[in-house]
């Protein structure tokens, strides 16, 4: 690029109707809001979960506070519109006081007409034959809500003896390592089956084998990793702080419960308890990915949100 940023910027953004801008605290987003402006382009911003409440306060939180004083909000204030993924994410926005215009465009998720097989991932790992799969997929890190998965999943599984945890992904070592400490310690280890990162086919085997998927997070912006286990046709447990769990709990796709073990523990002993609930719950979460998260909806969503700023600045 022969030209600096700033002027390409410029002059790119001359060219169209409206400039969408993702994510904040970076310094693209700050010359592409500037050189928006500077050419009188309106501009949309998607936060991307940068502000929500536990980012906010739980990494470099000194220097977030004054760049969002100094910075972002200002780019916040000039926004024609603020795209936020769920509710939960402008509810939190707004207790930085981030106000005007708004609109909720989630995550799309890619919706298969056709279903994974069964009984592959089963096959692959022998343990869990004839077992009730409890299966949590996500990144290990400390806001998943793992230290509440372990003793609630050993509470459930004294009255549910035939259920499995299946732990599906990697992260933090040292996280891992207190983890399988804390199973070992509660006598779990032949209750939960570690698979490491599984993607592509392997996580679609995963899912369909599973009877049910676990994401206790205490932040958890969207929850896309909900969604899927939600196109898989799976019935769910999700914390308060999922940012997707008003949109479950309504469609009746699964259960909300707040950061407790006990909570959780009571939660996963209902799920285990009843198997014709859990299929119910799945077909709605099916159905419930189909109408509001599939890349069809999204997109019809994105382009209503483009129209409305186009047709305010005209």
Same mark, same amino acid.
């Given at each position: 690029?022969?030209?600096?940023?700033?002027?390409?910027?410029?002059?790119?953004?001359?060219?169209?109707?409206?400039?969408?801008?993702?994510?904040?605290?970076?310094?693209?987003?700050?010359?592409?809001?500037?050189?928006?402006?500077?050419?009188?382009?309106?501009?949309?911003?998607?936060?991307?979960?940068?502000?929500?409440?536990?980012?906010?306060?739980?990494?470099?939180?000194?220097?977030?506070?004054?760049?969002?004083?100094?910075?972002?909000?200002?780019?916040?204030?000039?926004? /024609?519109?603020?795209?936020?993924?769920?509710?939960?994410?402008?509810?939190? /926005?707004?207790? *930085?006081?981030?106000?005007?215009?708004? /609109?909720?465009?989630?995550?799309?998720?890619?919706?298969?007409?056709?279903?994974?097989?069964?009984?592959?991932?089963?096959?692959?790992?022998?343990?869990?034959?004839?077992?009730?799969?409890?299966?949590?997929?996500?990144?290990?890190?400390?806001?998943?809500?793992?230290?509440?998965?372990?003793?609630?999943?050993?509470?459930?599984?004294?009255?549910?003896?035939?259920?499995?945890?299946?732990?599906?992904?990697?992260?933090?070592?040292?996280?891992?390592?207190?983890?399988?400490?804390?199973? =070992?310690? *509660?006598?779990?280890?032949?209750?939960?089956?570690?698979?490491?990162?599984?993607?592509?086919?392997?996580?679609?085997?995963?899912? /369909?084998?599973?009877?049910?998927?676990?994401?206790?997070?205490?932040?958890?912006?969207?929850?896309?990793?909900?969604? =899927?286990?939600?196109?898989?046709?799976?019935?769910?447990?999700?914390?308060?702080?999922?940012?997707?769990?008003?949109?479950?709990?309504?469609?009746?796709?699964?259960?909300?419960?707040?950061?407790?073990?006990?909570? *959780?523990?009571?939660?996963?002993?209902?799920?285990?308890?009843?198997?014709?609930?859990?299929?119910?719950?799945?077909?709605?979460?099916?159905?419930?990915?189909?109408?509001?998260?599939?890349?069809?909806?999204?997109?019809?969503?994105?382009?209503?949100?483009?129209?409305?700023?186009?047709?305010?600045?005209?």
């Amino acid at each position: 690029m022969s030209l600096p940023l700033g002027q390409w910027l410029r002059q790119r953004s001359g060219n169209y109707d409206v400039v969408h801008i993702h994510a904040l605290f970076s310094f693209s987003s700050v010359a592409a809001a500037v050189a928006a402006g500077g050419c009188g382009t309106p501009y949309i911003v998607r936060p991307l979960g940068t502000l929500n409440r536990w980012g906010m306060q739980n990494r470099r939180r000194r220097l977030k506070d004054l760049s969002f004083q100094l910075v972002e909000s200002r780019i916040l204030k000039n926004a /024609a519109l603020v795209h936020y993924t769920s509710e939960q994410e402008r509810e939190e /926005a707004a207790e *930085l006081g981030v106000a005007g215009a708004s /609109a909720i465009i989630p995550n799309p998720v890619r919706i298969d007409d056709d279903q994974a097989v069964g009984g592959s991932f089963r096959a692959r790992y022998p343990e869990l034959r004839d077992k009730t799969i409890v299966l949590f997929l996500s990144r290990f890190d400390r806001k998943k809500g793992l230290d509440l998965l372990i003793p609630a999943f050993e509470r459930a599984r004294r009255a549910y003896p035939a259920a499995r945890l299946v732990l599906a992904g990697e992260g933090d070592v040292a996280l891992v390592g207190g983890l399988k400490s804390e199973i =070992e310690r *509660l006598g779990l280890g032949k209750d939960v089956l570690w698979t490491g990162f599984l993607s592509g086919e392997a996580k679609q085997a995963a899912l /369909a084998d599973a009877d049910l998927f676990v994401l206790p997070s205490y932040s958890e912006n969207f929850g896309i990793a909900a969604v =899927e286990a939600m196109n898989a046709g799976l019935p769910l447990i999700v914390s308060d702080q999922t940012a997707v769990h008003r949109e479950i709990a309504e469609a009746h796709a699964g259960l909300t419960v707040p950061c407790e073990t006990e909570a *959780l523990a009571s939660a996963l002993a209902y799920m285990l308890s009843d198997a014709e609930k859990r299929r119910a719950m799945g077909r709605n979460g099916r159905e419930l990915a189909r109408q509001r998260f599939s890349v069809k909806a999204v997109v019809r969503r994105t382009i209503e949100a483009y129209e409305q700023v186009v047709g305010q600045c005209r």
